[in-house]
């Protein structure tokens, strides 16, 4: 039987100011967490037979350099069944990353643990209606997840009221697109250029050219420190912080493999500074602030700055800062 659509009252419309992306992702990590009646739903909307959630990953780093929104494996060890989920609420679909989707699903299929393995676009009928979704074995709309959502208690309702929130952003046209002309045409030219200086060439992802940020990939750019086996996001990264004036390297998760204060005092060098958040530790180094909203014409002698800083900060990793980081990995597993 169909359910009816959801309705709100112009005080519920008004709960909040703004609905994003990861908001959704959220909605649908905890539904299908809580709720056994949207799990089945969930289950017979992408095919899979009724089962329980084994587990559930948000915004998980791949094996392909890439992310997934959503992750949900169903069934009980050792067998399960994987559905892969990209949400959409505005933003563009970076380059090839329909694509990928299906790779990774097909990968996972060979896994002798994996019995199924399936990838979800999850988007607005509208965004759904126009999007190119070939490579994805499944669509699921915000009103159907909306909809199922509403009558499941007070805990649906309010995750429906987000779905309508994002669905009437969606509507009225989103935010600034993350894949504006301008920005994205700074990013591709200062990629190349740090391509032509030795960098890898990194094609820009719209999001992230949009925070005004742009990530070299760990292989091939940061040989990763022995002893140090980091999963997802965890790892030795290069980052060009454009709007922020600075190249990073970023060590995620550093904090649990040994101690941070005295890697901290050991990473020190002239024209760096070591900063410490949580696990994570960055090294920095101060270049000149650029904006992606401008031709990159009209900042060579900066961008170049920029490029030159990330390279001092590799050249650095190369010599001394890997091995650093390895030493005091190695000391902390030896005090156990």
């Known amino acids: 039987m169909l359910r009816p659509m959801a309705s709100f009252s112009s005080d519920e419309l008004d709960t909040y100011a703004a609905v994003y992306e990861r908001d959704v992702d959220l909605v649908l990590v905890g539904a299908a967490r809580a709720s056994r009646s949207f799990r089945a739903w969930l289950l017979d909307a992408v095919g899979f037979p009724t089962l329980d959630l084994l587990r559930a990953r948000h915004s998980w780093s791949t094996a392909d350099d890439r992310e997934s929104d959503v992750e949900l ?45 399936r990838c979800a676009l999850l988007a607005p009928e509208q965004y759904a209606r126009v999007a190119d979704s070939a490579a994805f074995d499944v669509v699921l709309t915000y009103e159907a997840v909306r909809d199922v959502l509403d009558g499941m208690g007070p805990f649906g309702r309010e995750s429906a009221l987000i779905l309508e929130h994002a669905i009437q952003k969606h509507r009225r046209g989103g935010a600034q697109r993350p894949d504006d002309p301008a920005r994205t045409e700074f990013f591709r030219a200062f990629s190349e250029a740090a391509a032509q200086a030795g960098l890898p060439l990194v094609p820009p992802r719209p999001r992230k050219a949009n925070a005004g940020f742009l990530w070299w990939p760990r292989a091939g750019t940061l040989e990763q420190p022995r002893g140090w086996a980091p999963r997802g996001a965890h790892g030795a990264w290069l ?97 156990g």
């Open 73 to 117: 494996r169903f069934g009980s060890e050792p067998e399960s069944y994987v559905l892969q989920v990209e949400n959409k609420l505005d933003a563009a679909f970076q380059p090839g990353q329909q694509a990928a989707y299906a790779e990774r699903a097909a990968r996972l299929a060979e896994d002798p643990t994996v019995v199924e393995a």
């Open 239 to 335: 980052g060009a912080k454009l709007v922020h004036g600075s190249a990073d390297i970023e060590l995620t998760a550093i904090g649990a493999r040994c101690d941070h204060g005295e890697l901290a005092h050991r990473l020190r060098a002239p024209n760096f500074e070591v900063q410490m958040s949580g696990p994570s530790v960055r090294i920095r180094r101060g270049v000149p602030v650029v904006d992606p909203s401008l031709p990159f014409a009209a900042q060579t002698a900066d961008s170049r700055a920029n490029i030159e800083g990330l390279l001092e900060l590799r050249a650095w990793w190369s010599a001394t800062g890997r091995a650093v980081v390895e030493e005091e990995i190695e000391r902390a597993a030896s005090q």
